[in-house]
T-cell receptor
Framework: KNQVEQSPQSLIILEGKNCTLQCNYTVSPFSNLRWYKQDTGRGPVSLTIMTFSENTKSNGRYTATLDADTKQSSLHITASQLSDSASYICVVSAAGNKLTFGGGTRVLVKP | GAGVSQSPSNKVTEKGKDVELRCDPISGHTALYWYRQRLGQGLEFLIYFQGNSAPDKSGLPSDRFSAERTGESVSTLTIQRTQQEDSAVYLC??????????????FGPGTRLTVT
């Protein structure tokens, strides 16, 4: 069964600090991995999309890594800002255009 | 340009009634997805349309759920005889192609459905 597990479920960080979110998956066959940011009451917004051959991809202060051998990904947030408070969702695409969503990590940035 | 739009933004209905939710994708996007998100939970895939191909309905939870798409434009998700467990936010997303390719997927703001 295709699964995407994220950790931690939630975390609180101080403004200006860095944090790293984890994503482990068992989706096969793998097509690509996506990270989304979802603000409360809004639809998800894409941060990065990585294919099998990509190890790292950045989008501003967000950097995603992918290890296709161990089926792990991480999302690193640098110099966090209050606006980074949101849920971050790891999503893996398998062949056949099926997306498997992780449960998300809820991040709260405090001043 | 305009993003994905959904209507209504909120819908309150009585148990047993039918509801229809609408999604207007980004113009030119051939792929359209419907998802459900229950309070505090992750997204659940419901149905996927790709161009003129037969839709992938494998995520629809019961035969009370159905969806239609007119060509490569508007889509409607219909829930018949609504139940309280149908209460959720229903999200629509569109992209240039299927997510088996690294196409960006753009989400609408969602329709919050409450079944009383």
């Amino acid at each position: 069964k295709n699964q995407v597990e994220q950790s931690p479920q939630s975390l609180i960080i101080l403004e200006g600090k860095n944090c790293t979110l984890q994503c482990n998956y068992t989706v096969s066959p793998f097509s690509n991995l996506r990270w989304y940011k979802q603000d409360t009451g809004r639809g998800p917004v894409s941060l990065t999309i990585m294919t099998f051959s990509e190890n790292t991809k950045s989008n501003g202060r967000y950097t995603a890594t992918l290890d296709a051998d161990t089926k792990q990904s991480s999302l690193h947030i640098t110099a966090s800002q209050l606006s980074d408070s949101a849920s971050y969702i790891c999503v893996v695409s398998a062949a056949g255009n099926k997306l498997t969503f992780g449960g998300g990590t809820r991040v709260l940035v405090k001043p | 340009g305009a993003g994905v739009s959904q209507s209504p933004s909120n819908k309150v209905t009585e148990k047993g009634k039918d509801v229809e939710l609408r999604c207007d994708p980004i113009s030119g996007h051939t792929a359209l997805y419907w998802y459900r998100q229950r309070l505090g939970q992750g997204l659940e895939f419901l149905i996927y349309f790709q161009g003129n191909s037969a839709p992938d309905k494998s995520g629809l939870p019961s035969d009370r759920f159905s969806a239609e798409r007119t060509g490569e434009s508007v889509s409607t998700l219909t829930i018949q005889r609504t139940q309280q467990e149908d209460s959720a936010v229903y999200l629509c997303a569109s992209s240039l192609g299927g997510t088996g390719n690294p196409y960006e997927q753009y989400f609408g703001p969602g329709t919050r459905l409450t079944v009383t």
